[in-house]
């Protein structure tokens, strides 16, 4: 099974500010139709997830233009430019090339400072 | 409006059985891949279990054998039959539907299944 490792597993951020969280796959996760299949999830406490990104860097309907994907191969990054109250949670990667399994990441967790 | 509900969750006995359900709304369902996704209390996610619209399955190696994904496209409804339940089953049981077995594109609101001798 391809193992996701992301990091940090904790992200304290100011509001406003920045955040960053990376993504690393075992096995490079370019499939032979051209597409990249990395995914990334977001969940508020007590909620469902909810699909923010698709295939690397496709935001989903109504995510906010502050988050963005990029990467390649193995090695993949969410970013949120200006952090707002609402993006607390836990932040997962999850890959959709090999499988079975789809497998996750353990999760990024973010709370403001 | 997409909608997912799960229900037949609840407390049940180590070796008993449940089955869950996920009534889907607001999309064509028999054209999606439906997806069942767990979380263990205070855990992360792990993928349980995948269906196509023509019913091809795939399960991850810990529930073969135990669990059954199907669906009935006229009721536009997708299960999940688990039999053997063991205490580390125990979790909330998300399902999710995509446009390709690589996709999760929206999840409901999770059913919690709890077992315990």
């Known amino acids: 099974d391809v193992v996701m490792t992301q990091s940090p597993l904790s992200l304290p951020v100011t509001l406003g500010q920045p955040a960053s969280i990376s993504c690393r796959s075992s096995?490079?996760?370019?499939?032979?139709?051209?597409?990249?299949?990395l995914n990334w999830f977001h969940q508020r406490p007590g909620r469902s997830p909810r699909r923010l990104i698709y295939?690397?860097?496709n935001r989903d309907s109504g995510v906010p233009d502050r988050f963005s994907g990029s990467g390649s191969g193995t090695d993949f990054t969410l970013k949120i430019s200006r952090v707002e109250a609402e993006d607390v949670g836990v932040y997962y990667c999850?890959?959709?090339?090999?499988?079975?399994?789809?497998?996750f990441g353990q999760g990024t967790k973010l709370e403001i400072k | 409006e997409v909608q997912l509900l799960e229900s037949g969750g609840g407390l049940v006995q180590t070796g008993g059985s449940l089955r869950l359900c996920c009534a889907a709304?607001?999309?064509?369902?028999?054209?999606?891949?439906m997806s069942w996704v767990r979380q263990a209390p205070g855990k992360g996610l792990e993928w349980v279990s995948a269906?196509?619209?023509?019913?091809?399955?795939y399960y991850t190696d810990s529930v073969k054998g135990r669990f059954t994904i199907s669906r009935d496209n006229s009721k536009n409804t997708v299960y999940l039959q688990m039999n053997s339940l063991r205490a580390e089953d125990t979790a909330v049981y998300y399902c999710?539907?995509?446009?390709?077995?690589?996709?999760?594109?929206?999840w409901g609101q999770g059913s919690l299944v709890t077992v315990s001798s």
């Open positions: 269906i196509s619209g023509d019913s091809r399955t």
């Open positions: 999850m890959q959709g090339t090999h499988w079975p399994p789809y497998t």
């Open positions: 295939k690397v860097s």
């Open positions: 709304s607001g999309f064509t369902f028999s054209s999606y891949v």
């Open positions: 096995q490079s996760l370019l499939y032979s139709d051209g597409n990249t299949y």
């Open positions: 999710a539907k995509g446009q390709s077995f690589s996709d999760l594109d929206y």
